[in-house]
């Protein structure tokens, strides 16, 4: 892989690894739950060489690689491969990398042009029996979920128009459709969106672009069972500023945020936008519903300002992570009602990675988890990861107003996002699956996954699978059950 620089980006967790390899039979502390058969898919960023300029969002520029944790007769084994990119496959051939800042193909080397930029290195997107590794900054990577051989760039049988294809995808569990969108649809810096609706059967239905309030970095989107809403947030794309050499985002202080909210079987042309507070940001949403009266709730991960430290310095924003002002915000709007803002409520901490179950996507429900930070932790948290630190509380949310449980990890140590596996148990809230890291010294990390019962997360894990390889952080995971296995395309 050549020398990194020595730089906090590229060592402790972020230690770039250049090896594949597969495991089998890994150890387990425990006892695997029988619900619990299938595979766990990782998307885990990791640059194959060192840069030629310095990019403070070297995480994100990471080449993607795709782990796969598999569950077998309460066995377990593990998998990780590189995401054959064309733009992965350029570098490997020129033996050096190829692509400069982050999304800013204007500081590339002349062997880049034309070259596919995408590392689809950020979520693993299971639907209609495909496998696809997603970054909403191109279309996806299609993925054989046995082999973990990249099967190619995937635009639905040559159907989607779009440039792009969010990692943030909804899949309605009453129905099986896929709804994604694309920002930046028609090239750099554009306000143009494309929102999509795949049937269950994987083909594309349809493909309708709009005009977003300006160029906004759209990384998450939901759905409600009658409504698909499009949050914009003032992180900035200029095209001038790419040419100049400069930074793909800026964020604004002093800009509205939108809430934009139409039928998700509707046109274009009935999408109506809600004015939210100025400034704000976030990176995931919890979920969306409709209330008895015919109000939409939108839950996210709201902060008064763009969570990624390096957003913040190009922006000259002098705020720290603590100052961020963090919050599970409920924003309340009511589609059919004269007013065009926002009713914030707060109803939950500061954190990021909500997870819900499956089956109650775009519906009323009543928990949900989420990663945070202790705020009895003793010492600094684990460094590693996009915003330079990583989770060591892990809640479950009652949404009724209960008391939240937790569980929390020993000093040194780290969750990385959890995925759920529903149980077959009538009125058991299933198993939480997750990558758990210890820092044992400077340079130096034991990995193993921890499986938790999703109702009792404070009893801790009721297995411990270890992992006798390095592994570099993962951004997002997803759950595939045997069975949707066995039925794959």
């Known amino acids: 892989m050549g020398a990194f620089p020595r730089h906090p980006k590229y060592l402790g967790l972020n230690t770039p690894q250049s090896e594949e390899y597969t495991v089998g039979d890994l150890a387990v502390d425990g006892v695997i739950p029988a619900d619990v058969e299938g595979v766990f898919f990782r998307a885990v960023p990791n640059p194959a060489y060192p840069p030629f300029l310095e990019d403070s969002a070297a995480f994100l520029s990471a080449d993607g690689m795709i782990g796969a944790i598999r569950f077998a007769g309460g066995k377990a084994s593990i998998d990780l491969r590189w995401v054959q990119t064309a733009r992965h496959r350029a ?34 997107v299971w639907h209609a029996g495909r496998l696809l590794m997603c ?37 309605d569990p009453g129905t099986g459709e896929l709804f994604f969108y694309g920002y930046e649809a028609s090239g750099l810096a554009s306000k143009t969106v494309a929102y999509c609706v795949v049937g269950a059967d994987g083909k594309l239905k349809s493909e309708q672009w709009f005009d977003a309030p300006y160029c906004a970095m759209m990384h998450d989107f939901t759905i409600t069972e009658r409504y698909a809403l499009f949050p914009i947030y003032p992180t900035t794309c200029e095209l001038d ?32 936008w809600f004015k939210g507070p100025k400034g704000v940001s976030c990176y995931h949403m919890m979920n969306a519903w409709e209330d008895e009266r015919g109000l939409v709730h939108f839950d996210q991960c709201l902060s008064d300002s763009n969570a990624f430290p390096f957003i913040r310095q190009a922006s000259g924003i002098a705020l720290q992570q603590w100052e961020l002002n963090g919050r599970l915000a409920r924003w309340t709007i009511d589609p059919k009602g004269t007013d065009d803002t926002v ?4 109803i939950g901490p500061p954190g990021d990675f909500p997870v819900i179950p499956a089956a109650r996507q775009g519906r009323p429900y009543d928990h949900a988890w989420m990663l945070t930070m202790n705020p009895d932790r003793r010492g600094p948290p684990v460094f590693g990861g996009p915003v330079d630190a990583m989770f060591d509380l892990l809640l479950r949310l009652d949404m009724a107003g209960g008391p939240p449980q937790a569980l929390a990890l020993d000093p040194g140590m780290c969750f990385n996002e959890p995925v759920h596996v529903p149980a077959r148990e009538a009125g058991h809230e299933g198993w939480l699956v997750t990558v758990v890291d210890r820092q044992t010294g400077p340079e130096s990390f ?25 592994l570099r952080p993962q951004v997002h995971g997803w759950w595939v059950s045997a069975r949707q296995l066995e039925g794959a395309a």
């Open 343 to 346: 009713v914030e409520t707060v």
């Open 135 to 171: 970054k909403e900054d191109g279309r996806p990577y299609r993925i054989d979920p046995r082999t973990l051989e990249t099967l190619g760039s995937f635009d639905f049988d040559g159907a989607l128009k779009s440039e792009t294809m969010t990692a943030h995808v909804r899949v």
């Open 446 to 470: 034991e990995h193993e996954c921890w499986i938790v019962d999703a109702g009792k997360i404070a009893a801790g894990p009721v297995a411990r699978v270890g992992i006798p390889r390095r």
């Open 241 to 272: 500023r790419l040419e100049a050499g400069g930074d793909h985002w800026i964020h604004h202080q002093d800009m509205d945020s939108w809430l934009g909210i139409m039928p998700r079987y509707g046109d274009v042309s009935e999408l109506r």
């Open 91 to 124: 570098e490997t051939a020129a033996g050096r990398a190829l692509f400069g800042k982050y999304r800013n193909p204007f500081t590339d080397r002349p062997e880049a042009r034309g070259v596919d930029r995408t590392v689809a290195n950020t979520t693993p």
